[in-house]
């Protein structure tokens, strides 16, 4: 057994000695789930947590972010661990907050579990002394882009700039001393493997819709009302005359909801919102679709008179998994599971989901993997964890591994992962080409002029 396989046994027998506090912590994150930039109490646990391993770390990055630091015998590269600290909104989800309809229909309490089991696995006897560099194990807010109305009053209010977690922890600086980073999702995504890596997800921009209209009597004086929801209703179904217009090769996605449709049902409605998504694999093809949307957003005010403003907000950016690392996470696998246990998909493979994990790969070298153990559909009301001891235990020794190939033997394995890395962008294009799109529309559809 060379030195770096005992070290990577040390902390395999460290995880499994406290996988059933892991599997009760993330039940617990279960039970009392939480959206974005709200997880007060899963951040407590983290940092009750670090704190009884003696780990020191920070509190309140991004508002709810918990960043740990876990050195090394000797300097080189730093690591990052994430988990997701924020639930989706499912009301009907057997697990569901009765009072917010919060639930973790995603898998984010296992991430938290995942990346504990990490933790308990590097503090194990010897095995920090033995790697070259740092740890960083980091517990992220709100990767559920999501409650758009609220989290733009925290900005208003100087509290953040960007909507999603992973944005305002680069804006903020809290990646400035990572080189490389790493996180596992759970998924449904039916391989008979325990593992899946590679793949890439879509680009997308949010638009917050509000349409603007006159109010009267429904039954007495519709005419003298001007009716949003109308104006809305047209703008959705221009939107789906457009869809022959969405090329597969794209993987183009059109979506939202209205989220106030007027006040009293006798009342012409004058005040309609809706939270849109346009996805697609490139930056470019957003871009294209998303004039699509505007478009369509414009034709509804022009078609009853109605003033209509879409606001833009920078959605998150394709995944791109470092190929080298990745190639080091199915060696780790493999060496724990044996062969034939990690699914490979080509990079270019996309499910059309978005996640700002592919934001953080633009400018660093970064992996995403997938691990079973999960039921029903995701961000569904039957989304659940079957399979615990998979989905957290085996995925935080699969992960510790990982960490430990890249850092013992002098770091020599981070160090040809960032020699061969080519990253998209620097920190502050990365920041200046989210900035850009954010863009505020106004349309007047009463007098067909806008800006």
Known sequence: MTARDDL????????????????????RILERP????????TAQLVTDFFRRMGVAHQEGLAITGVKGALPGGGAG?????????????????????????????????????????????LLAKDVMAGLSGRVVPFAVPAEELIQLTGRLEMRQQGRLEFLGGKQELIRTGAFDDVDIA????????????????????????????RYRGRSAHAGRAPHLGI?????????????HFNREMFLDEDTARSHG???????????????????????????????????????????????????VT???????????????LQRLFVESVEGLLGEDTVRVVPPTQNPGGSTDMGDLSHIMPVIHPYVGGTVGSNHANDYLVEDWELAV???????????????????????????????????????AFQRRRAATIRFDGASSRGS
């Open 34 to 41: 939480e959206t974005g930039f709200k997880e007060q109490r």
């Open 182 to 209: 790493m996180m596992c999702h759970t998924t449904t995504g039916g391989s008979q493997r325990p593992f899946t890596v590679g793949g890439t997800s879509n680009d997308n921009v949010i638009k917050l819709v």
């Open 257 to 307: 909801i209205i989220t106030r449709g007027g006040d009293v049902p006798n009342a012409v409605p004058s005040d309609v919102q809706l939270e849109w998504r346009v996805r697609a694999g490139n930056s470019e093809a957003v871009d294209r679709y998303s004039a699509i949307a505007d478009r369509c957003f414009k034709a509804g005010a022009l078609a009853v008179g109605a003033g």
């Open 77 to 121: 590269p730093t690591v990052a661990v994430l988990g997701e600290l924020d639930a989706l909104v499912v009301p009907d989800h057997p697990h569901a907050d009765r009072e917010t309809g919060a639930a973790h229909a995603c898998g984010h309490h296992a991430q938290i579990g995942m990346l504990l089991g990490v933790v308990t696995g």
């Open 310 to 324: 879409i606001e833009n907000i920078p959605g998150y950016l394709p995944m791109r998994n470092d190929p080298t």
């Open 227 to 239: 009716n949003a929801l109308n104006a809305a209703t047209f703008a959705m179904n221009a939107i």
């Open 8 to 27: 990577k046994a040390r902390a395999v027998e460290a995880i499994e000695g406290r996988k059933a506090e892991l599997i009760s912590i993330s039940q």
């Open 393 to 431: 235990v085996t995925a935080a020794k699969a992960m510790a591994c990982t960490v430990i190939d890249l850092l013992a033997e002098g770091a020599a394995r981070a160090r040809e992962v960032l020699s061969s890395a080519r990253t998209a962008m620097t920190k502050d294009e990365y920041l």
